[in-house]
Structures are given as C-alpha cells and as structure tokens.
C-alpha cells in the first residue's frame, strides 16, 4: 500500500561490505528522499532527489551514496566508509515542488554482523 | 542543515487530557510545516499540516498553531485516547523553487494512559 516499496524489510552486511537498499514508487512523485533513523533521533535526512539524474546531500551523506537514473527508483548504497550503518532506513517521496504529504515506504532495517 | 527543535522527547497523559508538543525552527525561508505520526513497527504517516500563510488550523481533535515571527509551531491534540499513543514528528519544509527538503524533528513519543 502507499505506492512506495522498499527492500528487503531485513538486511545483513559484513564489516567491509558495500550494500544497496532497494526504493521504487509507483505514484508519478518527483521528488524522493532517504532517512536514517535511530532511537532517540529522529528522522535523519541522507539524501534527496527533486528529479531525474539529480539529488542532493542532506545532514548526514557521508558513507552513503545514491543515483536517480528513473523516476520511480531512488537506490542507498551504504558503503564501507560508513562507520555505523546499523540503522532503520527510511524512504518517501512527494509529489514535486509543491507536493505536500510525504508517502514512506516500510523501511529497511540493517545490521552490520 | 537547519534543524527543528522539538519538545518534549516524552509525554504521557491521561485519556481524556490535552498533549502539546512544540517546535522551533531558524531557517526564515520554511514556509511548510507538517506534523507525522509514526506507531509502533509503522511507517510515519502525515496527520495535519499548516502553511505560512496560516496561524491556526484543526482537523477533529488535532490542532496545530503557528507563529512565523517567533519560528515555533506546536502540535495540539485534546480528548486523548490510547490509540493516539505514538511517537509525532514536526517538520519544517519549503515547497517551490529549490526547497525540496523536508528535516524532522527528533520526535516525541506520547503515551496516553487509560
């Protein structure tokens, strides 16, 4: 439900291993975005993406990367660089500028073993 | 990146009883404020916002309130009931132009007691 669908909802990773988390959105939104959140914190922004073959970094990029080749997919590369990457990992998107209601995905929660 | 100033981290009422929670922001160009919801093992969810064009707005048994010249908004909900038991989250946002992110606050988790 929601149009927006990420995956795996559980993801392990080795110490020294980069890892992509799935993010696609059916519902013809322009704009995605990337949040960590961890107890206590909050919401975290990693990185947003207002359009197609471009994003922007938010409080938090380091360790992360991410590509916005299709509207629909807004993939989070968390790479060996990031040094505490367990995480509940959250993704959304809006309807462009003068979008409003941001729509989550169901989150991936990774664990670094 | 400017962040949002939430307070306070918990809150736990009667049902029945009024929850406030408040937050303040410094970054003058927001003009989009929305409050979220997030329950136990569940995605955030948007439950009311205000722009800052508006003081006031309410929806039933939620109200939110904003000041543009302080830079505080505040999230009102009376008559509580148990299943308003959640972790809320203000955000500021900006929409039009460049102003595509949206920063949260650290959330506020309300527990509300039957």
């Known amino acids: 439900d929601g149009g927006i669908t990420q995956s795996p909802k559980y993801l392990f990773r080795k110490e020294g291993q980069n890892v992509t988390l799935s993010c696609e959105q059916n519902?013809?939104?322009?704009?995605m975005y990337w949040y960590r959140q961890d107890p206590g914190q909050g919401l975290r922004l990693i990185y947003y993406?207002?359009?197609?073959?471009?994003?922007q970094k938010g409080d938090i990029a380091e360790g992360y990367s991410v590509s916005r080749e299709k509207k629909e997919s807004f993939p989070l590369t968390v790479t060996s660089a990031q040094k505490n990457p367990t995480a509940f990992y959250l993704c959304?998107?809006?309807?462009?500028?003068?979008?409003?209601?941001?729509?989550f995905g169901q989150g991936t929660r990774l664990t670094v073993v | 990146g400017e962040n949002v100033e939430q307070h306070p981290s918990t809150l736990s009422v009667q049902e029945g009883d009024s929850a406030v929670i408040k937050c303040t922001y410094s970054?003058?160009?927001?003009?989009?404020f929305p409050w979220y919801k997030q329950e136990l093992g569940k995605r955030p969810q948007l439950i009311i916002d205000i722009r800052s064009n508006v003081g006031e707005k309410k929806d039933q048994r939620i109200a939110v309130t904003l000041n543009k010249t302080a830079k505080h908004f505040s999230l009102h909900i009376t008559e509580t009931q148990p299943e308003d038991s959640a972790v809320y989250f203000c955000?500021?946002?900006?929409?039009?132009?460049?102003?595509?992110?949206?920063?949260f606050g650290k959330g506020t988790k309300l527990s509300v007691k039957p």
């Open positions: 519902l013809n939104h322009d704009a």
């Open positions: 955000v500021r946002g900006g929409y039009g132009g460049s102003q595509g992110n949206l920063i």
């Open positions: 993406s207002q359009i197609v073959n471009d994003f």
């Open positions: 970054d003058s160009a927001s003009n989009y």
């Open positions: 959304a998107s809006i309807d462009g500028p003068l979008g409003t209601e941001a729509f």
